[in-house]
């Protein structure tokens, strides 16, 4: 019986989903799905290895073989009903997610909203994959590209996003003709199980999208990485996870797309509607938390402005409401571990102790040991270790600049290149600093950047590869040439 007041009990899964079935693990083993925000369990869910995980590649080679032959159109129907089903039990996921991951309610809603927003997307986007006739060197030749199914798809997603991460990966692959075998956050399974039951009422064929739920992380990703069944593999988390992953698929040179750490600036000139500035900069650096590979990390301001962006920022801060998602008064929830809420407090007294002013918050709060108080923090320096770590909390460190170059140079002065956010009026400094600053996104004037229209991705060690828009396809084909001779 669920703790969760859910309209339909039946998404309320704690099996993994291979080839069509839900199966227990080999060793009978179970582990727990826990509740940021109470620490009450939420499920015994069954805890898969490595075996299993080889079971359900070969499984999805075996269904891909008539699956990538269906046209697109017959693909994107029963992909449409995923859509329409994601989007009718909206409530319940949201209900999951919330219970799991700790985001607030709304929030939750949104994202489950967004992640159907792939299936849509990605379901009518596959009959567009066009080929190509190339004009040739010789008169009796023709040459023709075409574009093929990449073969089975491995994924690991993160717990911060437990639908929309799942979707923007899944929807592609599926579209195009190709078969996936995903290792869920063991953090947040529910929600990857919940899509599964989805799309096997969706009518989408057995064994093509198979969820294997395991704690031992390491154990799994090395058979998604090492099978040479796998012709792809894409991740989307830490970047020094996603470089141990990228070293264990070389071995079998397979494709990968890495969607990883961040560390976004957001620049704010003296020139900018400092009011929207304020909002943006807040609403960037505290969604979900915090707990974003797109959230604020870096709050740069220039410093005829800095006091008063500072006082407003920090005035604004001072009314969000710290608490458990489900209650309707909250707007900033818990961090998803103990260990997650350490780990930033770590932060903020390192810049502490190095000279930094914390306006509001600072410390994890009375409520539980997951949640962190909403902070700012102001007269930062570069030894900091706030200037150069991703955050994933909601800590807004504000630093100052007085001239473009030097914006820029801070901008740039990081390993990562995932988001980055630009607030100003000047048109001409719109494109100079946007083609100045070494990042997949930039948003101007904007944080709400993300969607499935547009390619999200990152330069540097933020990643390689773009999710979503026409360009998410291309990472689940393969090109092959065809020369016709002796015409
Ligand atoms: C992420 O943080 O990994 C994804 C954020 C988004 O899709 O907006």
Redesign the pocket.
């Known amino acids: 019986m669920s703790i969760l007041a859910l309209n339909d009990n039946s998404l309320l899964k704690t099996q993994s989903y291979i080839n069509g079935q839900w199966v227990d693990a080999d060793s009978g083993k179970t582990f727990d799905v826990t509740d940021p925000a109470t620490g009450h369990i939420i499920a015994k869910v069954a805890d898969l290895g490595a075996i299993e995980t080889r079971h359900a590649i070969e499984m999805a080679e075996q269904a891909m073989q008539s699956w990538k032959k269906k046209t697109a159109k017959e693909r994107s129907v029963l992909l449409r009903k995923w859509f329409d089903l994601v989007i009718a039990n909206q409530d319940d996921l949201a209900l999951i997610m919330t219970a799991e991951q700790g985001k607030v309610f709304s929030e939750s809603k949104g994202e489950v909203a ?1 992640g159907a927003s792939f299936i849509e997307w990605f379901a009518e986007e596959a009959k567009r994959i066009y080929g190509d006739v190339i004009p040739n060197t010789t008169a009796d030749r023709r040459s023709i590209v075409i574009k093929q199914p990449i073969g089975v798809v491995a994924a690991v997603t ?1 717990w ?2 437990p639908n ?2 799942i979707t ?1 990966k899944a929807a592609p692959a599926l579209a195009v003709g190709c078969a996936i075998v995903l290792k869920p956050a063991a953090e947040t399974p529910l929600s990857a199980l919940a899509l599964a039951e989805l799309a096997d009422r969706a009518g989408i064929p057995a064994g093509l999208f198979n969820v294997v739920v395991g704690q031992n992380a390491p154990e799994i990703g090395a058979e998604l990485t090492s099978n040479p069944i796998v012709k792809k593999f894409t991740f ?1 988390g830490s970047t020094p996870v996603g470089k141990l992953l990228m070293q264990q698929c070389a071995k079998t040179v397979k494709r990968t797309s890495m ?1 990883l750490g ?1 560390n976004a600036p957001v620049l704010v000139f003296a020139d900018a509607d400092i009011d929207k500035a304020v909002d943006g900069a807040i609403a960037a650096k505290y ?2 938390a915090g ?5 604020a990390n870096r709050i740069i301001v220039q410093d005829s402005i800095y006091a008063t962006f500072v006082e407003k920022f920090t005035a604004k801060v001072n009314t969000f409401n710290l608490g458990n998602g489900f209650e309707s008064s909250t707007t900033l929830g818990p961090l998803i571990t103990a260990k997650a809420a350490a780990n930033v407090d770590s932060l903020v007294v390192d810049a502490r102790a190095k000279g930094a002013t914390v306006t509001t918050g600072g410390k994890i709060d009375s409520m539980g040991d997951t949640f962190y108080q909403p902070t700012v923090i102001a007269n930062l320096s570069d030894d900091m270790r706030i200037a150069k770590e991703e955050i994933f909390g909601p800590v807004a460190p504000i630093f100052s600049f007085s001239t473009e170059e030097e914006a820029i140079a801070m901008a740039n002065a990081t390993e990562f290149g995932l988001a980055s956010y630009l607030f100003t009026q000047d048109i001409a400094r719109v494109w100079r600093v946007s083609e100045a600053i070494d990042y997949g996104m930039v948003g101007i004037n904007e944080v709400s ?2 969607s499935e229209v547009i390619p ?1 991705g990152g330069m540097k060690e933020s990643g390689q590869g773009r999710e979503g828009s026409k360009y998410g396809l291309d990472d689940y084909l393969e090109i092959k040439y065809i020369c016709m001779g002796d015409l």
């Open positions: 967004y993160p911060n996003f929309a991460m923007r989307t969607e961040g969604r979900n707990q974003t590979c797109i959230c950047i993300s999200f």
